[in-house]
């Protein structure tokens, strides 16, 4: 099974379940929504985030209305809004202008009184730069491990400028060792500026029982069951992409690929 998924045009651009990924915690759909379309489901048993990655919607969760979600024309226009729901919760999403959302999911525990809804304000997102040189890109974190709103879920958004890589030096959270390295299932969903251009993925591992290569292009995803999983931008075009995680466990511990290591050594 190949671990690219090529956008669809329509309503739905792409979906990945546990049943298609092979796989336990994460699950990913991005739908575009014209004004006044409607999207309505049920969390059940499986916690929900709703990122708003362009367009606005109003979101109903059990009868209650969080309105105006999302500002943004593109993803590249600085963060997005989103919702954190619990699982057990009715749904509505109503997209007050042409709009286009992911639904990013993972097991729900519901122990104790379990988790409230959570409306996330882009203005409050974290925002941070990471690598160097070539190696430079830009982080948006949505829903990160130190925010303790979710049992499972990890989204978070990176910018790659054209002629940069990402997610390197490679590495890798397919074990779950902590504070070595935690087991954590993953999405990306790419989307590139100006939208006629590709980029790269790889996800290999050690024995590289998994090594394929993706030109990836505008809403593909990428599902990283294990492995490295490394990205480049070639020179022109930048990538974005939204990255979904989710594990046993909800702490985000990575190695990197030894043979590639020396280069965070290198004044």
Same mark, same amino acid.
């Given at each position: 099974m190949s671990l690219l998924v090529k956008a669809r045009p329509g309503r739905e651009i792409c979906e990945v379940t546990p049943a298609s990924a092979g796989w336990k915690h994460v699950g990913f759909k991005a739908l575009r929504l014209a004004a006044g379309d409607t999207e309505r489901l049920a969390t059940g048993t499986r916690e929900l985030c709703v990122v708003v990655l362009t367009g606005t919607v109003d979101v109903r969760v059990d009868g209650t209305l969080h309105a105006g979600l999302g500002q943004r024309d593109s993803v590249f226009d600085g963060p997005p809004d989103a919702i954190y729901v619990p699982g057990g919760a009715s749904v509505k999403i109503v997209a007050s202008r042409t709009a286009e959302v992911a639904l990013c999911t993972a097991p729900y525990k519901g122990e104790g009184a379990g988790h409230p809804v959570k409306r996330i304000d882009g203005r409050a997102m974290r925002l941070s730069s990471?690598? &160097? %040189?070539?190696?430079?890109?830009? @982080?948006?974190?949505?829903?990160?491990?130190? !925010?303790? =709103?979710?049992?499972?879920?990890?989204?978070?958004?990176?910018?790659?400028?054209?002629?940069?890589?990402?997610?390197?030096?490679?590495?890798?959270?397919?074990?779950?060792?902590?504070?070595?390295?935690?087991?954590?299932?993953?999405?990306?969903?790419?989307?590139?500026?100006?939208? &006629? %251009?590709?980029?790269?993925?790889? @996800?290999?591992?050690?024995?590289?029982?998994? !090594?394929? =290569?993706?030109?990836?292009?505008d809403h593909d995803v990428v599902m990283v069951p294990k492995g490295y999983h490394p990205c480049v931008a070639p020179h022109g075009y930048d990538l974005y992409y939204l990255n979904v995680m989710a594990g046993p466990g909800r702490l985000w511990h990575f190695k990197n690929d030894p043979a590639h290591e020396w280069m965070l050594k290198t004044p």
């Open positions: 990471r690598g &160097q %040189g070539s190696n430079t890109r830009h @982080v948006c974190d949505i829903l990160p491990q130190d !925010d303790p =709103s979710a049992d499972h879920l990890l989204v978070v958004e990176v910018i790659t400028p054209g002629g940069n890589s990402s997610s390197y030096p490679p590495h890798k959270h397919d074990r779950d060792v902590p504070p070595e390295e935690t087991l954590l299932e993953e999405t990306y969903y790419h989307r590139i500026n100006p939208p &006629q %251009g590709f980029a790269f993925q790889r @996800v290999y591992t050690d024995d590289r029982s998994i !090594d394929e =290569s993706c030109a990836v292009e």
